[in-house]
Nanobody
């Protein structure tokens, strides 16, 4: 049973930065693709970024390219999302997805 716990969200001013973490347990941190999604109020959940453990191939939504960086630490079984130059439209609950399992999410609010 895969368990995912996101953390690192909070309130930040426009232009600020945050680093989200997703702790993965109950799973051999293998060759799956690991993904971040987000869901803003009144909107559908949308893809943000993904990384493959083998080769570290990354993929980003156009809306976050150049501002967000996804990475993973296999030794710590943790997935990260470094977010910079944050905008109010980045406000959402951020979720990680590994092997089809979801965490509960962490709230990111970008506001002055």
């Amino acid at each position: 049973q895969v368990q995912l716990v996101e953390s690192g969200g909070g309130l930040v001013q426009p232009g600020g930065s945050l680093r989200l973490s997703c702790a993965v347990s109950g799973f051999t941190f293998g060759s799956n693709t690991m993904t971040w999604y987000r869901q803003a109020p009144g909107k559908e959940r949308e893809f943000v970024a993904a990384i493959s453990r083998i080769g570290g191939i990354t993929n980003y939504a156009d809306s976050v390219k150049g501002r967000f960086t996804i990475s993973n630490d296999n030794a710590k079984n943790t997935l990260y999302l470094q977010m910079s130059s944050l905008k109010p439209e980045d406000t959402a609950v951020y979720y990680c997805n590994v092997a089809g399992s979801w965490g509960r999410g962490t709230q990111v609010t970008v506001s002055s």
